[in-house]
Nanobody, 118 residues
Framework: QVQLVESGGGLVQARGSLRLSCTASGLTFGVYAMGWYRQAPGKERELVASINSGRFTYYTESAKGRFIISRDNAKNTVTLQMNSLKPEDTAVYYC????????????WGQGTQVTVSS
C-alpha cells in the first residue's frame, strides 16, 4: 500500500531553520505532484508548497523567499527546507502525493509537528 513518512519536525527558535523530508513507497513517485500542507490549531489545512512531476514549484505567499521545496525521484523523497521561521509557521506539516487523469489518487502522510518559539 502507499505510505508517506515525514520526518524532520521539531522545536526551533524564531529565525531558525528546519528541514522536513517525506519518503514515499508503494507508488510511482515520479509522476506524482508532491506537496507540503500545514494545519495550525483552530485553522484549516493549507497548502504551503508543491512541486509537480516537471519540477514546477508553487509557494504560498507566506512561504516565498523562505521555504524551498525539492524532490529526488531516485530516492522517492520530497524535502521542504524552511528558513527564517516565524512563530506563525507553527503547525502540523503534512506531506501529500497527488496524481490524476481520469481518476485522482491522493495520499497523505501522518504529519510532523513544527513549533517555532519566539
Amino acid at each position: 500500500q502507499v505510505q508517506l513518512v515525514e520526518s524532520g519536525g521539531g522545536l526551533v527558535q524564531a529565525r531558525g531553520s528546519l528541514r522536513l523530508s517525506c519518503t514515499a513507497s508503494g507508488l510511482t513517485f515520479g509522476v506524482y505532484a508532491m506537496g507540503w500542507y500545514r494545519q495550525a490549531p483552530g485553522k484549516e489545512r493549507e497548502l504551503v508548497a508543491s512541486i509537480n512531476s516537471g519540477r514546477f514549484t508553487y509557494y504560498t505567499e507566506s512561504a516565498k523567499g523562505r521555504f524551498i521545496i525539492s524532490r529526488d525521484n531516485a530516492k522517492n523523497t520530497v524535502t521542504l527546507q524552511m528558513n527564517s521561521l516565524k512563530p506563525e509557521d507553527t503547525a502540523v506539516y503534512y506531506c501529500n502525493a497527488k496524481y490524476g487523469l481520469v481518476r485522482t489518487y491522493d495520499y497523505w502522510g501522518q504529519g510532523t509537528q513544527v513549533t517555532v518559539s519566539s
